[in-house]
């Protein structure tokens, strides 16, 4: 009985770990995504709101990004903006950055220590021809990993920014994401309504890639059903 308990809590915690890798990815997939800058930007007219042209305001991005990959060392560059060169991003958007890129790496180290291990997981099962548990896996993912995110769908629906700020509060240890919209570029590069589209859309690759799962998972144990008739 113990035995039984221990296996289905391990499972329990493998899916889990499953769902982190695939939001994670999700995550990532839009974040250094470039024409969804493009189109949010045009969305938003923020092109005629900062009076900067499109091809500087995607090579900024496109550094920013660079810097968000580890690629890049600092934010330290100028644009024209009405017709005036100026540093892109304000000495506080800059520090804020840093705490941002911090987010990124340790999101991606845990992304890829979780997918080497599935690789290996995964591997075996094949190996050993252990489908049911494949199968378990892959279902128990698209089931636990689903619920929570209703419930975020719910609740940002209900209120965007409250649980926006809540998510800074838990995710930062300083108030260097509250911006100045008269000093800070940020802020106005990414409005809230550019953060409530990125998160639909992580939500929407996330559940797609979760229905994929149940799906394979059903798929596997029907197979298996037909095998031993």
């Known amino acids: 009985m113990l035995q ?64 968000l990959k580890d690629k890049r060392k600092d934010l330290d560059f100028k644009v024209a903006i009405r017709g005036e060169e100026q540093e892109f991003l304000s ?15 340790i999101g991606r180290n845990i992304r890829n220590g979780i997918f080497i291990f599935f690789l290996c997981l995964i591997g075996i099962l094949i190996f050993k021809k252990s489908e049911s548990n494949l199968s378990k896996l892959f279902l128990l993912s698209s089931i636990l990993g689903t619920l929570p995110i209703i419930v975020l769908i719910m609740l940002i629906n209900i209120d965007f920014y409250k649980y926006f700020t809540i998510f800074h509060e838990i995710f930062f240890n300083n108030d260097l994401w509250l911006l100045d919209p008269k000093v ?14 990125v ?10 890639v979760q229905a994929v799962l149940f799906i394979l998972g059903l798929t596997i144990n029907i197979r298996r059903k037909l095998n031993r008739q």
């Open 184 to 197: 800070d570029r940020l802020v106005n590069i990414f409005p809230e309504t550019f953060f409530y589209d």
């Open 4 to 67: 039984k308990i221990l296996k289905n809590s391990f499972y329990v915690l493998l899916a889990l770990f499953l769902s982190l890798f695939i939001l994670l990815t999700a995550t990532e997939l839009i974040a250094f995504n470039m024409s969804y800058y493009d189109s949010q930007y045009e969305k938003n007219n923020i092109y005629g709101k900062l009076g900067i042209k499109q091809e500087d305001l995607m090579e900024s991005t496109e550094k920013l990004l660079n810097y």
């Open 199 to 208: 998160a639909l859309r992580i939500i929407i690759y996330y559940l797609t």
């Open 91 to 105: 000495p506080r958007d800059k520090l804020h950055m840093v705490d941002v890129k911090n987010l990124f790496v």
